[in-house]
């Protein structure tokens, strides 16, 4: 490293007390009596959320540039104007239902502390950063889940996302159109070379074994499906048990088999999130079920086998309780192996700060399964408290943020100020 681009390097320090007050103020978005908050993709609170980061990028005077499925973009150039060779760093602000504090907020915001660390230093990088917040990540008003980034990497076609019909009946392209987050920028102009994305782990691991950042070796895949039964409505008195084509009971065995499938694996992973019976009477045998499943697997050819055992199985119900079936594929994610380079570089990173790390499997999905699909991605784990997500118990103490974002920053500069050569830092 040369003397300018060690002492640029040294100049670099995060706000953490700001990117804390951010991480609280974006909290209070949405928020609910008990403590959780929630912010559905493109709802009223999620715009308001919006609104918040994009004031926040333009005080930084980054260049805000909106896609058009909302994805927004916080632009701090390098040497030229052009996009060219940037390294992004997002992740999304949306919720669940009832979500805890950090679940890609920390991330979004974090890369805006990166972009902090360069303003307040007065540093320009060699290349461009890119700060993102990617639309409907989280999958819940609007299917499938990553959806921002699944359209910016090329796998989802616009008209696709935009007719998509929300869990409430909206439009998604409507509801771009109302809160005033359908851009015009053309997502292969902003394409990065690298990709980093820092989350909290949503997991048991870290806090287990008592370590403070995960390097993230790969992702599960994903497939979610949606079933639906029918049967006949009937009396439940009158009905012999014989007799009956009862939609309840065939979902029960589905749900059965899936805890089973997962428990005799290897590491398959099977979760029935959502059931709904009809006609919803105590005294009448349900004539329609409606469940999802969500099957997670690091192995691809594991996470195929338990899709083709979970359709063998759907066509021995069919027959044994005398029911219609039908599945229909909701999202359906390969496995992804992270780039190893930037692996490498953030495992040395967090060794020269005096942090513990080790290698870990994300469980979840996030953005940077859609982004390794066209650039260099790699993410960076901290310890979530008793492994508690989309809940409002979810903790990660201030200490062990920051920690992470002191690693996002060392890395980020070892690219940004180098061209992308790994970098003493």
């Given at each position: ?5 060690a002492?640029n390097?040294?100049r ?7 990117l ?7 909290g209070?978005i949405?928020?609910e009596r008990d403590?959780?908050?929630t912010r ?9 959320a919006r ?5 926040w ?6 260049d805000?540039?909106?896609d058009p499925?909302?994805n ?17 760093i ?5 919720t669940v239902i ?5 679940d ?18 007065g ?5 461009p ?14 299917q499938?889940?990553m ?6 990497t090329g796998?989802i076609?616009i008209?696709?996302v935009?007719?998509?019909r929300?869990?409430d009946?909206a ?11 359908k851009?015009?920028?053309e997502?292969?102009s ?6 980093l994305e820092l989350h909290?782990?949503?997991g048991p ?7 403070e ?6 992702l599960?895949?994903?497939?979610w499906?949606?079933i ?8 439940a ?14 979902a029960?065995?589905?749900v ?8 005799s694996?290897?590491?398959?992973r099977t979760?029935?999130g959502s059931?709904r019976?009809?006609?919803d ?11 999802t499943v969500?099957?997670?697997d690091?192995?691809s050819?594991?996470l195929?086998d338990a ?12 027959t ?13 994610f390969?496995p992804v ?6 692996a490498s ?5 967090a060794?020269k700060r ?6 870990i499997?994300?469980?979840a999905g996030?953005d ?6 066209v ?5 960076i784990?901290v310890p979530s408290?008793g492994?508690?997500s989309?809940?409002p118990?979810?903790y ?7 920690q992470?974002v ?8 070892g690219r940004?100020?180098?061209g992308?050569?790994?970098?003493e830092?």
């Amino acid at each position: 490293m040369d003397r300018d681009t060690a002492d640029n390097v040294r100049r670099l320090e995060i706000d953490g007390a700001t990117l804390l007050r951010q991480i609280e103020r974006l909290g209070e978005i949405g928020r609910e009596r008990d403590g959780g908050r929630t912010r559905l993709a493109l709802s009223d609170q999620d715009k308001c959320a919006r609104d918040q980061l994009v004031q926040w990028m333009k005080e930084l005077e980054l260049d805000v540039k909106i896609d058009p499925i909302g994805n927004i973009f916080g632009i701090l150039y390098g040497e030229g104007e052009s996009c060219a060779d940037a390294l992004m760093i997002g992740s999304h602000i949306d919720t669940v239902i009832n979500a805890g504090p950090f679940d890609g907020v920390y991330g979004a915001l974090s890369g805006l502390a990166v972009a902090r660390a360069f303003r307040n230093a007065g540093v320009r990088p060699l290349r461009p950063l890119i700060v993102a917040a990617f639309t409907n990540e989280e999958g819940v008003r609007f299917q499938p889940d990553m959806m921002g980034s699944l359209f910016f990497t090329g796998g989802i076609p616009i008209d696709d996302v935009l007719a998509t019909r929300g869990i409430d009946g909206a439009f998604l392209g409507e509801e771009l159109r109302r809160i005033g987050y359908k851009g015009e920028t053309e997502p292969s102009s902003l394409v990065p070379a690298d990709y980093l994305e820092l989350h909290v782990e949503q997991g048991p691991v870290l806090d287990s074994k008592q370590m403070e950042i995960g390097v993230v070796e790969n992702l599960q895949g994903i497939s979610w499906k949606r079933i639906e039964i029918s049967g006949t409505a009937n009396h439940a008195g009158t009905t012999p048990v014989s007799m009956r084509r009862d939609a309840g009971v065939a979902a029960a065995r589905i749900v059965v088999f899936l805890r089973e499938l997962a428990l005799s694996s290897e590491g398959t992973r099977t979760t029935v999130g959502s059931l709904r019976f009809s006609p919803d009477l105590i005294n009448v045998i349900p004539s329609n079920a409606v469940l999802t499943v969500d099957i997670r697997d690091p192995e691809s050819a594991r996470l195929a086998d338990a899709e083709k055992q979970l359709l063998r199985f759907l066509e021995e119900l069919r027959t044994k309780e005398g029911v219609e079936l039908s599945v229909k594929s909701l999202a359906r994610f390969e496995p992804v192996r992270f780039d190893e380079e930037l692996a490498s570089i953030i495992e040395d990173a967090a060794k020269k700060r005096g942090y513990s790390s080790m290698r870990i499997t994300s469980g979840a999905g996030h953005d940077a399964q859609m982004l390794a699909r066209v650039a260099k991605a790699a993410m960076i784990f901290v310890p979530s408290r008793g492994g508690i997500s989309h809940n409002p118990a979810e903790y990660t103490p201030d200490e062990l943020l920051l920690q992470g974002v002191h690693v996002l920053l060392d890395v980020a500069a070892g690219r940004l100020l180098k061209g992308g050569n790994k970098t003493e830092v």
